[in-house]
Nanobody
Framework: QVQLVESGGGQVQAGGSLRLSCVAS????????MGWYRQAPGKQRELVAT???????DYADSLKGRFTISRDNARNTLYLQMNSLKPEDTAVYYC?????????WGQGTQVTVSS
């Protein structure tokens, strides 16, 4: 089975930066797409960014210019570099992977941005 484990969350001041990581492990043949999603309390889960196996990226419009998604295919690892963080970025950030066309989710990592 496949497991996704996120790390790198924490509490930072507004304007600070964090880098999240997600490692996919288990029985993996190929990863079609990976992405980051986030969910604030009482809100719907929303797309942050995705990246395909070919390196094509997609971002939520409001996050372009501040967040950067990348991946290391050899290590099955996904990254999210978050800069100029704002209090409204506070949420649980979830890693997602589409592996052989089956979707998997991590448990999430908390990001808290204080003013």
């Amino acid at each position: 089975q496949v497991q996704l484990v996120e790390s790198g969350g924490g509490q930072v001041q507004a304007g600070g930066s964090l880098r999240l990581s997600c490692v996919a492990s288990g029985t993996i043949f190929n990863i079609n797409r990976m992405g980051w999603y986030r969910q604030a309390p009482g809100k719907q889960r929303e797309l942050v960014a995705t990246i395909t196996s070919g390196g094509t990226t997609d971002y939520a419009d409001s996050l372009k210019g501040r967040f950067t998604i990348s991946r290391d295919n050899a290590r099955n690892t996904l990254y999210l570099q978050m800069n100029s963080l704002k209090p409204e970025d506070t949420a649980v950030y979830y890693c997602n992977a589409l592996i052989s066309w089956v979707s998997y989710w991590g448990q999430g990592t908390q990001v808290t941005v204080s003013s």
